[in-house]
């Protein structure tokens, strides 16, 4: 089992994965039939990479993508 941030049964230590993960069911996986693994891997990888980390805005993030909001937190501290 794995390491728990807060006491055993309290949801709120997994809700940010858990929200991730049914987001990537909703956008990925039930819209998508691979015939292998190695092509779910694929599929995966470019959903996350390619997608959420450099075109997917997030509301976190003041709207900017992941990628976006990294280069201007390296812009501002160097």
Sequence with gaps: MPARISR???????????????LLKKELIDLTTCRTREEAERAIFASIE???NRQ???????YQTPTEADAAYHARHG
């Design 8 to 22: 055993k049964g309290n949801g709120y230590d997994h809700a940010l994965m858990e929200s991730w993960h049914s």
């Design 56 to 62: 997917r805005i997030h509301g976190g993030l003041d």
């Design 50 to 52: 390619i997608f959420s």
